[in-house]
């Protein structure tokens, strides 16, 4: 009974025709603000810092835990 009710209030919701939907589409495709080309040159330089600092800082946190690891086996061996 419950899916029947989302089925009716899916068929109740009202449809856009074809081109309706395509000049909505062109109304908010030219809202959109693209940014400049300094912006993106300097979001790329702090993306690519970030994904270095934390690729050593997972680098640095795998080798801590790999030695905990291989000291703990050790003494179990």
């Known amino acids: ?3 029947e009710a989302k ?5 109740t919701k009202p449809r ?15 809202r959109i603000v ?5 912006d993106t ?3 790329t330089i702090m993306v690519i810092i970030m ?3 934390l690729a050593l800082f997972f680098l640095a946190i795998d080798q801590v835990l790999g ?7 050790s ?3």
């Open 41 to 43: 040159v300097r979001m």
């Open 34 to 38: 693209w940014p400049t080309l300094p």
């Open 1 to 3: 009974m419950a899916i």
């Open 67 to 73: 030695n905990i690891v291989k000291f703990l086996l």
């Open 7 to 11: 089925t009716e209030s899916k068929a």
């Open 51 to 53: 994904a270095t600092v």
């Open 16 to 30: 856009v025709s074809v081109g309706e939907f395509v000049r909505q589409v062109r109304v908010e495709a030219a």
């Open 75 to 77: 003494l179990a061996a």
